[in-house]
């Protein structure tokens, strides 16, 4: 049986992760911090999953979580550090920084470490991690949340070439949405794309070993004219 985990996986682009997934036959473990909403999820999706909560926030903990859940499961093949938290702040607010860099960042690497350890030595796997169109540009309200991301592609980068050493068949995906119609949709959204259609891209590129992918493809060019476009004049916009 396929195994699957996704690692914020109780609302948005996780949740959708597991019906698409489960539909395809995948046996999940399902996690974030709110039990109740994955335990919703583990119950309308066919099949038995497993349900671990975690806050990311607490990475030594989480790491212990994520470890525990992959031996209970068994031989899990696919592990999506899918977790993220967004704001777009006009005031600059410690507390809410803080978080940004504790989830996307401390968190993220925390998840992404274990799951390529644990790929190392059952000798292949596939890590996913969620990043985001934002890592190709800085803007002065949404500072940290596209710091953040730049360190997760950078980062599942990092790993890709790690993967490559091992000369292990290890596939590491890099996911990088634009704008998904999810409870964290902020901005002034574009080329919107609904969390279906959103995902079953995402699940097209998992399913092909992708090392990359836009959500949706569109964004390739954005990110295209959002590299090679001078900060000074991305500054006017953002
Ligand atoms: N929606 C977009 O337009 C968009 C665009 C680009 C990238 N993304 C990225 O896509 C990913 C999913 O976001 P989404 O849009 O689906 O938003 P969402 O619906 O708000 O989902 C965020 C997920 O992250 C989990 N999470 C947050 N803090 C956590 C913590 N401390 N510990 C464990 N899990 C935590 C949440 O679970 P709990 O609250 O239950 O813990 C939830 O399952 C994020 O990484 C986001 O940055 C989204």
Not at 180 to 194: D, H, K, S, Y
Not at 209 to 214: C, I, L, M, W
Request: with cysteine; charged share 20%; aromatic share 6%.
């Amino acid at each position: 049986m396929k195994q699957a985990i996704i690692i914020g996986a109780s609302s948005g682009i996780g949740w959708e992760l597991g019906v698409q997934l489960a539909a395809k036959g995948y046996q999940l473990g399902l996690m974030a911090r709110r039990e109740d909403c994955l335990q919703k999820l583990a119950d309308s999706l066919p099949g038995t999953h497993f349900v671990q909560t975690t806050d990311v926030c607490q990475a030594e903990q989480a790491q212990e979580e994520l470890t525990a859940l992959i031996e209970r499961m068994g031989d899990v093949a696919l592990i999506i550090v899918n977790s993220g938290v967004g704001s777009a702040e006009k005031q600059l607010d410690w507390v809410i920084e803080r978080e940004m860099i504790d989830v996307n960042v401390r968190g993220f690497a925390a998840m992404s470490m274990v799951a390529m350890n644990h790929f190392v030595k059952r000798g292949s796997g596939h890590l996913a991690g969620v990043s985001s169109a934002a890592a190709h540009f800085s803007g002065g309200l949404t500072l940290t949340y596209n710091a953040s991301k730049a360190f997760a592609s950078n980062y599942l980068n990092g790993m890709r070439s790690r993967a490559a050493r091992s000369k292990l068949p290890i596939t590491v995906t890099t996911i990088e949405p634009g704008f998904v119609e999810t409870p964290m949709l902020m901005g002034t959204p574009i080329w919107t794309a609904t969390v279906e259609k959103g995902v079953s891209q995402m699940v097209v590129a998992l399913e092909k070993k992708k090392n990359h992918v836009y959500i949706t493809k569109r964004w390739a060019i954005a990110a295209l004219l959002l590299d090679i476009t001078p900060n000074w004049v991305i500054r006017k916009f953002v």
